[in-house]
């Protein structure tokens, strides 16, 4: 059965709805603990841990973003070149992989990509190099952006 | 009588039906599409989601899903190609009704984004989709 483009973007849009659930969820927690502080007194790392997952919760779901986006890619590179156990970097997927119709995808849209990409390799501790800002927002743009220039079936 | 799941099915059906007949076709063209839904018991159906264009706005009737929290069903719609989120279509009380944030009037100064819920059907489907297409930023 082919891969069709749309589950992908469906996978990603799944990963960015379940990262404002959690945001909203974090978020009334904290309120509700800054309101009433007892509220989790049964764990003495509860507080922190609540201070962390504030702190964390963006990155973790980009990092999350990107491995829904690289596994489309993967799955796409393995196709293309008819080897199922291909390994090809994420890096070099996005600098090379060709759009649909034998079309080439425009350096734009690959460089806003790369950028994503290296947000997740500081996020996920890959890299100590800060990318500078980008929300998550702008991530799922980016990589849905990319994604809709492969075919629509593979 | 039918599961939930196929209940859904025939209701995002009908609700994609729906777009294609009320929708303006001097300015809109639309294309289905067969998504292949994961119902809650792992079985796969397809059901039709709908990309719908105007001009070089390009949007998508997403269908979500019917285990919502306070609805029983939901399609959603994007700006493509980023899947922007523009609109959400909930079934309440037995008829899809659709939420949209308008946007402000530039020309009331202290006017602000205002979500209303709108039965679905021809007057409401081409306001809204005007609406989102005027503001797109494709």
Redesign the interface.
């Known amino acids: 059965m082919p891969y ?1 483009r ?2 992908w ?2 996978h ?2 799944e990963v ?1 709805g379940e990262y404002w659930s959690a945001r909203e969820a974090v978020d009334r927690l904290r309120a509700a603990v800054a309101a009433k502080p007892d509220l989790l007194d049964k764990d003495s790392l509860a507080r922190k841990h609540l201070r962390d997952a504030h702190r964390n919760l963006e990155g973790t779901y980009i990092v999350r973003l990107f491995a829904a986006f690289e596994a489309a890619l993967r799955s796409y590179d393995r196709v293309v070149h008819g080897d199922a156990t291909r390994q090809t970097d994420a890096a070099t997927m996005i600098a090379q992989i060709g759009g649909k119709r034998g079309r080439g995808i425009q350096s734009g849209i690959r460089q806003e990509a790369q950028e994503v990409r290296l947000v997740r390799n500081f996020r996920a501790h890959e890299s100590d190099e800060d990318p500078g800002p980008l929300d998550i927002d702008e991530a ?3 990589l ?2 990319f ?2 220039e492969l075919p629509e079936e593979w | 009588m039918p599961d939930q799941s196929e209940q859904f099915q025939a209701r995002v059906e009908e609700l994609v039906a729906q777009f294609e007949d009320e929708i303006d076709r001097s300015e809109w063209t639309t294309r289905r599409y067969p998504k292949r839904f994961r119902d809650a018991d792992c079985g796969i159906r397809e059901i039709p989601a709908l990309f719908l264009q105007k001009g070089t706005v390009r949007l998508l009737l997403d269908p979500i899903g019917y285990d919502i929290p306070g609805a029983e069903g939901l399609a959603d719609i994007y700006l493509m190609p980023a899947y922007d989120p523009q609109a959400s279509i909930y079934f309440e009380e037995g008829r899809w009704r659709i939420h949209y944030a308008f946007p402000a009037d530039p020309v009331e100064t202290r006017s602000k984004f205002e979500t209303r819920s709108l039965p679905v059907e021809g007057a409401s489907i081409n306001q809204i989709l005007d609406s989102i297409a005027e503001h797109a930023i494709p």
Do not use: T, V
């Open positions: 069709r749309f589950d973007h469906e990603i849009r960015w799922r743009r980016r849905q952006k994604l809709s």
